[in-house]
């Protein structure tokens, strides 16, 4: 009988703990949100204010201005590890996943790189539907690892990029989804 009585308790406690992981993975949009703050408390992230937008990035990290981007922030100690922001004013028949597949599709027919989709997911931040791919290219200067989040607001596409090398490309997805799901518009 007490066999009986701890398997229904175990049951039990499994349904409950089920329930409430589903209920805190309801809307994971907030959850990330809320572990970009929580990561930039941490690591004591500076601000980037301007261009109408803000977002958190390493404190010891440098604004450095690359003239066909509207931001760019880079890591003084590696030059292949960056953030930036870019943008597209949309036609009216272009989408933002169209805008995707095309520079997917152009940069793959260049014969001096090579690219990889490692992932590709649709999420929403902020109430805005995003697509965000991590790809992984070799070029004739080296191998690199980035993840793209691109989105639509007021018909034009926005690119949030963060760029490392692959090596280093796992202990920078934290420092990257950071400056992702900080991102606001003022």
Known sequence: MKKYILLIFLLVLAV???????????????????????????????????????????????????????????????TSTYIYVDNHKLQSNETVKGLLEKAITEISADKNRNITIVSWENLTVNNNPYEIVVVQEETVEGQLQYMQAWFERNGTAYLLGGVTTPEKFPSMNETFNMFIYSFKFE
């Open 16 to 78: 409950s703990v089920s329930g409430c992981t589903n209920f805190l993975n309801q809307n994971p949009d907030q959850q990330r949100i809320a572990d970009a703050e929580t990561y930039a408390k941490d690591i004591n992230a500076s601000t980037y204010n301007g261009n109408g937008f803000s977002f958190f990035y390493p404190n010891n990290w440098q604004n450095y201005t690359e003239p066909d981007w509207l931001a760019t922030i880079e890591d003084p100690n590696d």
